[in-house]
Nanobody, 125 residues
Framework: QVQLVQSGGGSVQSGGSLTLSCSAS????????MGWFRQSPGKEREGVAV???????TYADSVKGRFTLFRDSGKNILSLQMNNLNIDDTAMYYC???????????????????WGQGTQVTVSS
């Protein structure tokens, strides 16, 4: 059973920065695609950033140039560095992973993967 533990998040003013982390001790990171999603009240869960098992990274247009995804395969930690945050970034953030056998690129395959518990990010003006 894959268990993901998230940390980080919190409250910040617009223009500020936060870092989210997601750890999993039972899997080999390089054998999984993984990424971050977010969901605001009344909205569908949307993909933020995904890294394929071979290392290619895709970002949602709304976060390009502001968010950076890091995968530390030695420590089994997936991090999301979020800079220049704005009010529209307020959401519950979730990490997700899926075995590479089921990864065909992009955010779609992750929706049927394993999920972290979620962590709240709140940006105020």
């Amino acid at each position: 059973q894959v268990q993901l533990v998230q940390s980080g998040g919190g409250s910040v003013q617009s223009g500020g920065s936060l870092t989210l982390s997601c750890s999993a001790s039972e899997i080999i990171f390089s054998s999984y695609c993984m990424g971050w999603f977010r969901q605001s009240p009344g909205k569908e869960r949307e993909g933020v950033a995904v890294i394929e098992w071979y290392g290619a990274i895709t970002y949602a247009d709304s976060v390009k140039g502001r968010f950076t995804l890091f995968r530390d395969s030695g420590k089994n930690i997936l991090s999301l560095q979020m800079n220049n945050l704005n009010i529209d970034d307020t959401a519950m953030y979730y990490c997700a992973v899926r075995n590479r056998a089921h990864c065909s690129g992009g955010f779609g395959p992750l929706r049927d993967g394993h999920w972290g518990q979620g962590t709240q990010v709140t940006v105020s003006s």
